[in-house]
């Protein structure tokens, strides 16, 4: 499974982005998704995950109520809405696919798949 991120830019804080993640292969929609982030001189680490159903979804405790992931199996695309963003979003994102892993989608290890990122900037 190949992974294309997309949608991000530099937005002001408060604004909003909607990255998208597309996969190559139909097979996507039995793989879970999580999406992560870099900052520059920090570990990666996880922003959000969703089941291969859309019933589930987990969130890092410093996005939650301001980002949304989601998926459209029909187009093989998760997307993460990103609402009120901070400086401190301030990374690049990846989306990553998994078969099997850990409830909280957390775990870095448990994803074979991985996208090549997608700059977000927030300016102050």
């Known amino acids: 499974v190949q992974l294309q991120a997309s949608g991000g830019g530099l937005v002001q804080a408060g604004g909003s982005l909607r990255l998208s993640c597309t996969a190559s292969r139909r097979t996507f929609s039995t793989h879970a998704v999580g999406w992560f982030r870099q900052a520059p001189g920090k570990e990666r680490e996880f922003v959000a995950g969703i089941s291969r159903s859309n019933g589930d979804t987990a969130y890092a405790e410093s996005v939650k109520g301001r980002f949304t992931i989601s998926r459209d199996n029909a187009k093989n695309t998760v997307y993460l809405q990103m609402n009120s963003l901070k400086p401190e979003d301030t990374a690049v994102y990846y989306c990553?696919?998994?078969?099997?892993?850990?409830?909280?989608?957390?775990?870095?290890?448990?994803?074979?798949?991985w996208g090549q990122g997608t700059l977000v900037t927030v300016s102050s």
């Open positions: 990553a696919a998994r078969l099997y892993g850990s409830t909280s989608y957390a775990q870095v290890l448990d994803y074979k798949y």
